[in-house]
């Protein structure tokens, strides 16, 4: 497996330095790109896209094969009292359980059950799955509570300073300043998942590989949505809608960014946040592929392909992450997120909660599962995190 990750990783290097040469002889030769150009170029960045996805497949397979022959042991010779997650979730979906609680951490069975202990692997393929639909649940700094009281979070308008000072003398007192609290709350998320009531009689179907995919997808699409565009209201308030202002587009140019607008962006940050560890852009698929093209002052390209199977792709230096619910570059869209991503906090009440019904669709033969999640996020240093938006016209 590591060896076909490793020719992934080569073929999309190559398929890179080929797009390149396509813009490259374009410019040499003083003109636009042709229409046949353009194609090819397109082609290139899908194919280059493709081979991203094979690497990431790849990559996960291999973690849960290691995760699966790490816990094969448990599976050929159960512990006495120590169900598999197979188990326990055909036991709620036949009713002889009322609802089962996981998280980041082993923990108990929800009320009214025997208490039996739920691996973290279920929670931690669910959240695997939903990670890769969107960037927000890993770029975010993760605060996991056991109850949903409204939790508050301060943050800082002014940090310290030193002074230089003479032997002996008296050092000044030079106490942070400190904004308004900001408050994250406990926004329930859900959905419902059908399942045919013959894969939870056949023994031999793995229910907790098709549900953790099914309801990792659903979380994903629908929590990364609002930890991005969120109103703040009855809802998270997204790292889009509260993110500072950073640059704005020329106009004319239907909201498309240039390689100086994106280093204005990044040295529109002070170091503290330029230099942090979760430093990075976010970018929408269309976005990534307008940036792919651009060139510094000097003739380099700005964009660099990751060269291993475990890097992200790099914008200027700095990791870029693929953000499906951010905007594509237009007229007035705030298309381009960067910062220090780890500034926007997430928090998360307790874990997912999985109950099921049986006679929602009893006509049908399916048991339903009710997958809930609750949290909240909000961007505590709101300077932390700037955006590029299009020009107004």
Known sequence: MSEYMKAQVEERQKLWHEAKAVIETAEAEGRSLSGEEEQKFQNLNAEIDKRAAFIEDARKLIEREERFAATAEKFVQPVAGVRTINDEIRALANGEKRGLEFGYENRALAPATTGAPIPTSFYNEIIMKAQFVGPMLSTSKMIRTTSGEPLQIPSVATYSTGTLTAAGSVLPDTDPTLNAFKTLQAWKFGGLVRVARELIEDSGVDLQGFLSEQIGIGMGQTIN????????????????????????????????????????????????ARRAPGAGFQMSRQAIANARKLKDGYGRFIFEPSVSADKQDLLLGYNIYENPDLAVPATGAASVLFGDLGSYFVREVGGIRLDTSSDFAFANDQIVFRWTWRGDGNLIQTSHVKKFSGGAS
């Open 225 to 272: 949505a609002a930890l991005t565009n969120g109103t703040g209201t009855t809802q998270p308030t997204g790292l889009a809608t509260v993110a500072s202002a950073g640059v704005t587009g020329g106009t004319g140019v239907s909201g498309a960014f240039t390689a100086d607008n994106m280093i204005d962006l990044v040295f529109s940050l002070d170091s503290v």
